[in-house]
């Protein structure tokens, strides 16, 4: 099966103006998901890395693009291809609470 790595964005005024039996059967679809062998999380603050010429290491917190909604969580998932990533993460909370999911295929460097 191939990798895919998925970013959620969604904020609590779309979570809260969808309705309870939606979260939840969300809440529902992400345990599966689970179960089954994603590993999924809760975005924390970012940090930006830079090292030019690998002599000058640089760190500061935050994002480096920003977007209308902020980034909710991200999620490893095993799935055949990418229609069936984009069919799995199609229920998860970020999708039906007004947000949205990207869906990045994840290729190994070998």
Same mark, same amino acid.
Request: negative net charge.
């Given at each position: 099966?191939?990798?895919?790595? /998925? $970013? !959620?964005? !969604? #904020? &609590?005024?779309g979570?809260?103006? /969808?309705?309870?039996?939606?979260?939840?059967?969300?809440?529902?679809? #992400?345990?599966?998901?689970?179960?089954?062998?994603? @590993?999924?999380?809760?975005?924390? /603050?970012?940090? &930006?890395?830079?090292? %030019?010429e690998?002599?000058? @290491?640089?760190?500061?917190?935050? *994002?480096?693009?920003?977007? #209308? @909604? %902020? $980034? =909710? !969580?991200?999620?490893? $998932?095993? =799935? #055949?291809?990418?229609?069936h990533?984009?069919? @799995?993460?199609? &229920? /998860?909370?970020? *999708?039906?609470a007004?947000?949205?999911?990207e869906?990045?295929p994840?290729?190994?460097?070998?």
């Amino acid at each position: 099966m191939a990798k895919f790595i /998925t $970013i !959620g964005y !969604g #904020d &609590q005024e779309g979570y809260n103006r /969808t309705s309870k039996e939606v979260r939840d059967a969300a809440h529902e679809h #992400d345990s599966k998901l689970i179960s089954s062998g994603a @590993l999924t999380g809760i975005a924390g /603050t970012p940090v &930006q890395v830079r090292n %030019p010429e690998g002599k000058a @290491l640089e760190t500061s917190e935050g *994002a480096f693009m920003s977007t #209308d @909604l %902020p $980034i =909710a !969580g991200f999620a490893v $998932i095993e =799935a #055949d291809d990418l229609e069936h990533a984009i069919e @799995l993460v199609s &229920q /998860t909370p970020c *999708a039906v609470a007004h947000g949205v999911v990207e869906v990045w295929p994840f290729e190994p460097i070998s």
